[in-house]
């Protein structure tokens, strides 16, 4: 522990924390949640405005270990001021002795943790020859999302769609070989793996738009009364989620469609540690359709933030 606590930025997270290496540590904290080697509960939400809401989330991760939580606030109104509209403070604590060893600023490790995931459900989901990619959305997630997948697979046609034009020309601009599509329809239209990156709370693609075969990413509707995706599409597809226990409560595509008996618990294939873990098989065939709804978890922040923390106090030993 060090001589006093640690406030560690959002430059130094990011000069830290590798997508590569990222990816690598998410499928092993992923494994560790999924055969019991961490202690969390489903994070504790609170509204506090319009459109606002503050996350608090504890974890202990035993393989590491790693002690710590993520305060996490999501207002929508920070759009209109120039703000994120994620933003999260990690504080992360001595496994041996519960004291503070480091504050850690959280939006990048968010950004980039939830990407990384992703590609790892990318790596075990998506078929091997995957070679066109849609992103739908343009903010932070569709950049953390364009790096992460494109380090587990080789796509050749990369095509986007945001609802805000300007936004997404922007998106475009900055990263050649990209492909604006007029719609969101012609964006997922033939695509093998489809990022939805969006602040939605209503579907924004439709089940007759997927191919078969083709691997669905989530990230979005975090809410228990928001969805992103056709509910036909969820209860045809291949179902897998981070964790059973937050899906069921705070995921809308998952929430409405058994309220609606489109589904049931059962439904849920897996969580995606058990497919790294090899206790449960990733697709059936190549024509069946993945999603992988992903809601974040604790322990990946926590995880992320000692990795930070690690990497730091090495330079400075």
């Not at 961490?38 to 270990?65: D, L, N, W, Y």
């Not at 504050?103 to 590609?119: C, F, H, M, P, W």
Request: some cysteine; overall charge negative; glycine content about 8%.
């Amino acid at each position: 522990m060090p001589d006093s606590p640690a406030w560690i930025t959002e430059d130094e997270v990011r000069a830290k924390l590798p997508m590569r290496e990222l990816i690598d540590l998410m499928s092993a904290t992923l494994a560790g949640f999924s055969s019991g080697q961490v202690e969390q509960p489903v994070r504790s939400v609170i509204e506090c405005g319009p459109h606002a809401f503050f996350g608090s989330m504890p974890s202990f991760v035993k393989t590491i270990p790693a002690l710590g939580a993520k305060l996490v606030t999501v207002f929508g109104s920070n759009t209109a001021k120039g703000l994120p509209t994620h933003l999260a403070t990690i504080v992360l604590l001595d496994p041996a002795t519960g004291g503070l060893l480091a504050v850690l600023d959280g939006r990048y490790i968010t950004e980039a943790r939830t990407a990384a995931v992703s590609a790892v459900s990318t790596r075990l989901l998506a078929r091997e020859d995957a070679s066109a990619l849609a992103i739908i959305g343009s903010g932070v997630q569709a950049t953390s999302h364009l790096e992460a997948l494109t380090l587990v697979r080789d796509f050749r046609e990369i095509r986007c769609w945001s609802p805000t034009r300007t936004n997404l020309d922007h998106f475009v601009a900055a990263h050649p070989g990209l492909q604006a599509a007029a719609t969101a329809h012609e964006a997922v239209q033939g695509a093998d793996v489809i990022a939805l990156v969006t602040s939605s709370p209503e579907p924004v693609i439709q089940n007759a738009w997927v191919k078969p075969g083709a691997h669905v990413l989530s990230v979005g509707a975090c809410r228990p009364n928001q969805r992103e995706i056709d509910p036909r599409l969820t209860a045809r597809a291949r179902l897998v989620v981070d964790s059973r226990a937050a899906a069921l409560k705070e995921s809308g595509d998952v929430v409405m469609g058994i309220a609606e008996g489109r589904f049931d618990a059962g439904h849920i294939h897996a969580e995606l540690g058990e497919l790294v873990l090899g206790s449960k098989t990733a697709r059936e065939n190549p024509i069946q359709i993945t999603v992988f709804k992903s809601l974040g978890l604790a322990c990946e922040d926590v995880a992320a933030a000692d990795f930070v923390f690690r990497s730091t106090h090495a330079d400075t030993a």
